[in-house]
């Protein structure tokens, strides 16, 4: 077992990305039927507001959800992937919320947050160091045949 690497993690998050996507087309749909087949423009009144704010509510549910119960998000499970904390637990519902929240700040200033892990010398994410969580990688076991 050992802290992921970057590659990994990001292929981990496009995965996600997609499924977050599909998620986020469903969460539109009442909106969209709301304004009678019109797209939600920034600034149209309060509509707006609630519908980004669903949005955000979605990935974090999705992500925050899956951290919780299972330590592994879809995509973090096609690559080996699990959420854990130093004792090797899954995190905690407050852990999990800012590591979600940590996570965006990292992608703000151009996914610095994301690319410190080059530099850290245990490999950790501004958001692994704030949320006091990490990802590790667990190799899949071959099976004989």
């Known amino acids: 077992m050992r802290n992921t690497g970057l590659l990994r993690r990001l292929a981990a998050i496009l995965y996600d990305s997609l499924l977050l996507l599909a998620l986020w087309f469903l969460a539109t749909v009442p909106f969209i039927a709301a304004e009678g087949g019109e797209s939600i ?3 149209s009144g309060p509509l707006y507001y609630i519908y980004q704010l669903t949005l955000l509510l979605v990935a974090y549910g999705f992500f925050v959800g899956f951290w919780c119960n299972r330590g592994r998000t879809l995509g973090m499970q096609s690559w080996g992937l699990q959420l854990q904390t130093a004792d090797g637990e899954l995190p905690s519902p407050g852990a999990a919320t800012i590591r979600f ?13 994301f690319l410190w892990q080059i530099w850290d010398s245990e490999h950790l994410t501004w958001h692994d160091r704030l949320s006091k969580t990490r990802l590790v990688y667990y190799p899949r076991k071959k099976t004989p045949g």
């Open 41 to 43: 423009e920034a600034g």
């Open 101 to 113: 929240f940590a996570a965006l700040l990292s992608w703000l200033p151009l996914g610095l947050g």
